[in-house]
């Protein structure tokens, strides 16, 4: 099994900067891409952006790209999301979550991905 947990939630300004962290236990050597997805109320769980394996390279949803910067330390089983120029739309509930080797599918859609974080509140005050 695999726990995925987020931190880093909280408020910040307009045009503020915060980075969520999201770490991986267990059976870490099962997991193959790591990403984050936010939903805000009322709105659909979207995807925000993605974190391939060894290196690949990252994907970004156009919304967040050039804002949002995403990373990951294998060593650590630790998935990063730096946010910067945040706007009150950013304001979401924002989930980590991993898909198991083996797993296919797009990287954007939710049906990818067997392993969600429990989820953190990221509020951008205007």
């Known amino acids: 099994q695999v726990q995925l947990v987020e931190s880093g939630g909280g408020l910040v300004q307009t045009g503020g900067s915060l980075r969520l962290s999201c770490a991986a236990s267990?059976?870490?050597?099962?997991?193959?891409?790591m990403v984050w997805f936010r939903q805000a109320p009322g709105k659909e769980r979207e995807f925000v952006a993605a974190?391939?394996?060894?290196?690949?390279?990252?994907h970004y949803s156009d919304s967040v790209a050039g804002r949002f910067t995403i990373s990951r330390d294998d060593t650590n089983n630790t998935v990063y999301l730096q946010m910067n120029s945040l706007k009150p739309e950013d304001t979401a509930v924002y989930y980590c979550?991993?898909?198991?080797?083996?797993?296919?599918?797009?990287?954007?859609?939710?049906?990818?991905?067997?392993?969600w974080g429990q989820g953190t509140q990221r509020t951008v005050s205007s």
């Open positions: 267990g059976r870490t050597n099962t997991i193959n891409l």
């Open positions: 979550a991993a898909a198991s080797l083996g797993r296919g599918g797009r990287v954007d859609s939710t049906s990818t991905y067997d392993l």
């Open positions: 974190a391939p394996k060894n290196g690949g390279n990252p």
